[in-house]
């Protein structure tokens, strides 16, 4: 049972470049999220999706796009990468409601824009 | 809004207890949690606790809810290196949404041997 899976688990870009991180979840949740974690500032919720074929903002959501075509995958796409990207990405995933129940987060995914 | 406020370092011996505090401002927050974040992991669930509580136990894990004063905290007792790591308090609002969970930003715990 490999919980939340993400990948890659580090990248560079250069300014300006795209790419799209994979989170992959083999637990049937429903709920999934994408968190940035900066120094000094927590996590921050990017996006999120309460079931396949839904997304929403979170609370940093400008310069990311997000898709949940089916259930168990959540990508997380940069179009034009910007040094303020920087960051440690985690992605999470629940089963749902009741509101105890834990998130499980994958393993992160450290990208640097130069 | 919604905050959760914590102090960014705690360091202590081994062997002793450690108590990393949290405060909270949303007093309708339904669930208050403690994960734990170990060096290039994830965070994990450590404990919650459900607002009409004032005390948890989890074997070496103790959580206090003080409601009056919106405060939070985790006591480790007989802290070992193992327990260093980043402890993250979040709470879910009532109101809260779909995720609803808002993080505090971390306080690490450095064990001294």
């Known amino acids: 049972n490999a919980g939340v899976t993400q990948t890659p688990k580090f990248r560079v870009l250069k300014t300006g470049q795209s790419m799209t991180l994979l989170c992959a979840q083999d637990?049937?949740?429903?709920?999934m999220y994408w968190y940035r974690q900066d120094p000094g500032m927590g996590l921050r919720l990017i996006h999120y999706?309460?079931?396949?074929?839904?997304?929403a903002k979170g609370e940093v959501p400008d310069g990311y796009n997000v898709s949940r075509l089916k259930k168990q995958n959540f990508l997380l796409g940069l179009e034009s990468a910007a040094p303020s990207q920087t960051s440690v990405y985690f992605c999470?995933?629940?089963?749902?409601?009741?509101?105890?129940?834990?998130?499980?987060f994958g393993s992160g995914t450290q990208l640097s824009v130069l | 809004g919604e905050d959760v406020e914590q102090s960014l370092f705690l360091s202590v011996r081994e062997g002793d207890s450690s108590v990393i505090n949290c405060t909270y401002t949303?007093?309708?927050?339904?669930?208050l949690y403690w994960y734990k974040q170990e060096p290039g992991a994830g965070l994990q669930l450590l404990t919650y606790?459900?607002?009409?509580?004032d005390m948890k136990q989890d074997q070496r894990l103790t959580v206090l809810l003080n409601k009056k004063d919106k405060h939070l905290s985790l006591r480790i007792a007989d802290t070992q290196t193992g327990d260093s790591a980043i402890y993250f308090c979040?709470?879910?609002?009532?109101?809260?949404?779909?995720?609803?969970?808002?993080f505090g930003k971390g306080t690490h715990l450095i064990i001294q041997p």
């Open positions: 999470a995933s629940r089963r749902g409601q009741p509101t105890n129940e834990k998130l499980f």
């Open positions: 999706s309460v079931g396949e074929g839904t997304t």
């Open positions: 637990m049937n949740h429903e709920y």
């Open positions: 606790i459900f607002s009409n509580m």
């Open positions: 949303d007093s309708s927050s339904t669930y």
């Open positions: 979040a709470e879910h609002p009532r109101g809260g949404g779909a995720d609803g969970l808002t």
